[in-house]
């Protein structure tokens, strides 16, 4: 079920585009038949009529992708203007997919550091990450080996909030391969990392899955 201060998304088809427009939001407080979430971010000022409906996603503790009818039943006009909006029945309940182990190609600064301190420091880019682990690109003059264990730091822009999360993990090096003359591809595997890290990734994960759907709806 959803808590307060969960962060969902609402989709609506928009039939003059051709596309489906999404809005993020938050909710914050509840009701025994509705959620109560502040007035959407999105890039343009938009106004919603009572009886709108919308498909509302999120992603659940589990790790796993959510989505439910709801529409809005009423508005609220206070210090926070709100709109309230349906829960589901039980069936209405989609459980799409785990996203732990859904990878996407994205190029995200990182910092590497050993852990037993045997190569120096460096910064790279990664090549695609998921919930599970990251693909870094390593210059062959740094001498990595398979199961080295590395601490990595990765800013994840958040771009729907405007804000940066700064992610850290403990990962083990699983696969060394060649890319070309100067780099090696390097597969990294979270061996420890807090639930708010991996949940940040797999919102980052999850943000990046739908501008590719939006790209190829337009």
């Not at 989709?11 to 489906?20: A, C, L, M, Q, V």
């Not at 809005?72 to 732990?100: D, G």
């Not at 992610?167 to 597969?187: P, W």
């Amino acid at each position: 079920m959803l808590q307060i201060g969960q962060k969902i998304q609402l989709e609506i088809k928009n039939s003059d585009r051709n596309k489906t427009d999404i809005y993020l939001c938050t909710i914050i407080d509840e009701t025994e038949e509705s959620y109560i979430i502040n007035y959407p971010v999105h890039l343009k000022t938009t106004f919603f009529n009572v009886g709108t409906y919308f498909s509302a996603v999120y992603v659940g503790e589990d790790d796993a992708i959510y989505r439910f009818p709801t529409k809005i039943t009423s508005r609220k006009k206070a210090k926070i203007p709100s709109l309230y909006i349906t829960k589901p029945n039980e069936e209405q309940w989609s459980r799409i997919q785990r996203r732990e182990y859904v990878r996407v190609d994205a190029t995200i600064d990182i910092a590497v550091h050993s852990v037993l301190q045997q190569f120096e420091p460096f910064t790279t880019t990664t090549l695609d990450i998921s919930g599970g682990g990251v693909a870094i690109l390593a210059p062959k003059e740094v001498e990595l080996v398979l199961s080295e264990m590395v601490d990595i730091w990765m800013p994840l822009e958040r771009k729907y909030q405007n804000k940066i999360h700064y992610a850290y993990a403990q990962a083990e090096i699983v696969t060394i391969r060649e890319l070309n003359i100067r780099m090696n591809v390097v597969s990294l595997h979270f061996h420890s990392i807090t639930q708010k890290d991996r949940q940040e990734i797999i919102r980052y994960c999850f943000d990046k899955e739908r501008e590719k759907r939006l790209k190829e709806r337009n």
